[in-house]
């Protein structure tokens, strides 16, 4: 069993999953990083100062002793930014490996004849030439 596990551990794929995830953690944080810190502060500064953390509904509570509730839709917002900016990296990631797939594949030369094919060239030309 433990040889098993070891051998579908250490198959490529696994690793590169392993290595694209922990990449991705690290990215998702960088991305998250420079939304929360850089665009939504300037998108609230453009927008007269909003900070969209502060963004919330509350929602009064009916009975006493219990705390209101709130919608905070500003973080959502904020969430929405996130993954639209992750998405659009993995597209365009996706699409510049694409473009070098194409070109490893436009690189590759066909094949020369066989001796048939050309065999049978030589006798088709020559029954033209008759």
Same mark, same amino acid.
């Given at each position: ?5 070891k051998?579908f ?16 953690g ?15 502060? @300037? +998108?609230?500064?453009? #927008?007269?100062g909003? %900070?969209?953390? &502060? ?5 009064? $509570? /009916? ?6 509730? @709130? +919608?905070?839709?500003? #973080?959502?917002?904020? %969430?929405v930014? &996130?993954?639209?900016?992750?998405a659009? $990296? /993995? ?11 194409k070109?490893?594949?436009a690189v ?17 030309d ?5």
């Amino acid at each position: 069993m433990f040889k098993d596990f070891k051998k579908f551990a250490f198959k490529g794929n696994v690793l590169d999953l392993a290595i694209g995830v922990i990449i991705g953690g690290a990215f998702g944080k960088i991305v998250t990083s420079l939304v929360n810190d850089i665009i939504m502060p @300037a +998108i609230g500064m453009l #927008l007269g100062g909003v %900070s969209f953390a &502060d963004l919330k509904v509350v929602i009064p $509570s /009916i009975k006493e002793g219990v705390a209101d509730a @709130a +919608i905070m839709y500003g #973080l959502f917002i904020q %969430s929405v930014v &996130d993954f639209l900016i992750i998405a659009m $990296s /993995i597209f365009l990631f996706v699409k510049l490996i694409e473009r070098f797939k194409k070109k490893e594949e436009a690189v590759v030369e066909p094949p020369a004849p066989s001796d048939e094919v050309k065999l049978l060239e030589e006798i088709r030309d020559l029954l033209k030439n008759k």
